[in-house]
């Protein structure tokens, strides 16, 4: 495989931005064996999931050309791509792109062109801790309730040992506590807007969303919560401090990593929590990487690409790290693997929730957009943003619920109004 994507005239330089997810540091402690057969070398620029948002997005969006290859995912990619800020991919046969899901292939197009290289695919789930709820006489249904949620997190919780009867994302950001609050906000009934591009914040299934997710949390959340993501949640639930944690299914393989992980032998998994439907109770996300039409080295880049998303790739994860960890939800071979499906018992759950994902019915009623966890929009990132910074004002204590949502249905509908939507 590598031999097939060294293509590079000469050597070159690339700068790379992502994310600092388990998955991509696992990328980085790799990627000198592409360097070393390619001649070529990697400037990093590991950061923070919203910091590196926002950098990509600035430097993109002004064609800054800062970097040579951007981490981002199935939100951004068809809209730059149509946009002709990113560099469409073809990459050898020997990639073999009819292994990556169709799915994933789909939210990563425009114009029926690939425009980003899938690392790994999510959707979310819940995780629990199957030797407390034994101890408490509680069992986990296949497809759990946000009210029996409640129910089993008052149950868990015992601050004086520091466990927490559930873990949610707290941390302000359109794909931190956004991506819970809005599969949230789905289950509740509720959307962003109706048919007619009206917002539908300040609704009733928002404000029972919203004061579920801060009365929880306040009952039964760890202390610190507003700083909350992805990564710190992941540390909690490894080192014993949460009884059940709803995220993304990616976290899979780091809970079950006897390396870094202290539960790995005590951990069960179910489906994501719904309310009065499950339509858009699961997310569906792909982290994936792109070349901007701004790289002055895109043959380098692509050939990155084709190295670090191939199935060689996952297998070389697998060889070095263990097949727990290998990156989940794009490729067909890795849930054939039977060294994966033997180390990963959460392998099939994984794959369907990921394959079941449907980003054309997000909720509950119709919608016109797409996007589970988020609206496909240009104007969404920033109004993504904004509302979950006031939904953190509100699980912080600075604002009410009725306060927050009342100005997110201004500030949303000004936004959309000001875009031409209506």
Same mark, same amino acid.
């Given at each position: 495989m590598l031999a097939a994507t060294a293509t590079v005239a000469q050597a070159a330089t690339i700068t790379i931005a992502t994310v600092n997810n388990g998955d991509m540091i696992k990328m980085q402690k790799l990627a000198p064996k592409w360097e070393a057969a390619t001649g070529n070398k990697i400037n990093w620029v590991v950061l923070e999931e919203n910091v590196l948002r926002q950098r990509v997005t600035?430097?993109?969006?002004?064609?800054?050309?800062?970097?040579d290859i951007l981490t981002i995912g199935s939100y951004e990619t068809p809209i730059w791509g149509k946009l002709g800020w990113l560099a469409p991919l073809e990459f050898p046969a020997s990639y073999d792109v009819n292994d990556v899901f169709p799915g994933v292939r789909d939210a990563l197009s425009a114009? /029926? %062109?690939?425009?980003a290289a899938p690392f790994y695919a999510e959707s979310s789930f819940t995780l629990y801790r199957k030797d407390l709820f034994d101890a408490a006489g509680l069992k986990m249904p296949a497809t759990p309730t946000y009210a029996e949620l409640a129910g089993f997190a008052d149950k868990l919780t015992d601050k004086s040992k520091e466990q927490y009867g559930i873990c949610l994302r707290g941390k302000a950001g359109w794909g931190e506590n956004m991506a819970f609050v809005d599969t949230l906000v789905n289950g509740f009934g509720g959307q962003w807007f109706d048919m007619k591009w009206n917002a539908t914040i300040d609704t009733k299934p928002w404000h029972d969303a919203l004061n579920y997710y801060v009365d929880l949390l306040h009952r039964d959340g760890p202390p610190g919560v507003t700083g909350n993501g992805f990564n710190e949640n992941l540390a909690l639930f490894t080192t014993g401090h949460c009884a059940m944690w709803v995220d993304a299914t990616s976290a899979a393989g780091l809970v079950y990593?006897?390396? !870094?992980?202290?539960?790995?032998?005590?951990?069960?998994?179910?489906?994501?929590?719904?309310?009065?439907?499950?339509?858009?109770? /699961?997310?569906?996300? +792909?982290?994936a990487m792109a070349v901007p039409t701004t790289s002055k080295n895109q043959d380098a880049a692509k050939s990155f690409l084709a190295?670090?998303?191939?199935?060689?790739y996952v297998e070389l994860v697998g060889q070095t790290f263990g097949y727990t960890v290998l990156p989940p939800g794009t490729r067909i071979?890795?849930? +054939?693997?039977?060294?994966? =499906?033997?180390?990963?018992?959460?392998?099939?759950?994984? %794959?369907?929730?990921?394959?079941? +994902?449907? =980003?054309? %019915?997000?909720?509950?009623?119709?919608?016109?957009?797409?996007? =589970?966890?988020?609206?496909?929009?240009?104007?969404?990132?920033?109004?993504?943003?904004?509302?979950?910074?006031?939904?953190?004002?509100?699980?912080?204590?600075?604002? !009410?619920?009725?306060?927050?949502?009342?100005?997110?249905?201004?500030?949303?509908?000004?936004?959309?109004?000001?875009?031409?939507?209506?």
């Amino acid at each position: 495989m590598l031999a097939a994507t060294a293509t590079v005239a000469q050597a070159a330089t690339i700068t790379i931005a992502t994310v600092n997810n388990g998955d991509m540091i696992k990328m980085q402690k790799l990627a000198p064996k592409w360097e070393a057969a390619t001649g070529n070398k990697i400037n990093w620029v590991v950061l923070e999931e919203n910091v590196l948002r926002q950098r990509v997005t600035t430097d993109i969006s002004t064609k800054g050309g800062q970097f040579d290859i951007l981490t981002i995912g199935s939100y951004e990619t068809p809209i730059w791509g149509k946009l002709g800020w990113l560099a469409p991919l073809e990459f050898p046969a020997s990639y073999d792109v009819n292994d990556v899901f169709p799915g994933v292939r789909d939210a990563l197009s425009a114009n /029926g %062109k690939l425009y980003a290289a899938p690392f790994y695919a999510e959707s979310s789930f819940t995780l629990y801790r199957k030797d407390l709820f034994d101890a408490a006489g509680l069992k986990m249904p296949a497809t759990p309730t946000y009210a029996e949620l409640a129910g089993f997190a008052d149950k868990l919780t015992d601050k004086s040992k520091e466990q927490y009867g559930i873990c949610l994302r707290g941390k302000a950001g359109w794909g931190e506590n956004m991506a819970f609050v809005d599969t949230l906000v789905n289950g509740f009934g509720g959307q962003w807007f109706d048919m007619k591009w009206n917002a539908t914040i300040d609704t009733k299934p928002w404000h029972d969303a919203l004061n579920y997710y801060v009365d929880l949390l306040h009952r039964d959340g760890p202390p610190g919560v507003t700083g909350n993501g992805f990564n710190e949640n992941l540390a909690l639930f490894t080192t014993g401090h949460c009884a059940m944690w709803v995220d993304a299914t990616s976290a899979a393989g780091l809970v079950y990593d006897k390396a !870094t992980s202290q539960v790995w032998d005590k951990t069960g998994f179910t489906a994501a929590p719904h309310g009065v439907t499950a339509n858009g109770t /699961g997310w569906f996300w +792909a982290w994936a990487m792109a070349v901007p039409t701004t790289s002055k080295n895109q043959d380098a880049a692509k050939s990155f690409l084709a190295w670090s998303t191939s199935k060689e790739y996952v297998e070389l994860v697998g060889q070095t790290f263990g097949y727990t960890v290998l990156p989940p939800g794009t490729r067909i071979s890795t849930y +054939a693997n039977p060294n994966y =499906i033997k180390a990963a018992p959460f392998a099939e759950t994984v %794959k369907a929730s990921v394959l079941t +994902a449907d =980003i054309t %019915k997000p909720t509950m009623n119709p919608v016109p957009y797409v996007g =589970i966890q988020y609206v496909a929009i240009p104007e969404f990132q920033a109004m993504g943003t904004e509302v979950g910074q006031l939904v953190s004002a509100a699980l912080a204590g600075q604002t !009410t619920v009725d306060a927050a949502l009342a100005k997110a249905q201004a500030s949303v509908s000004a936004t959309i109004e000001q875009a031409g939507y209506k």
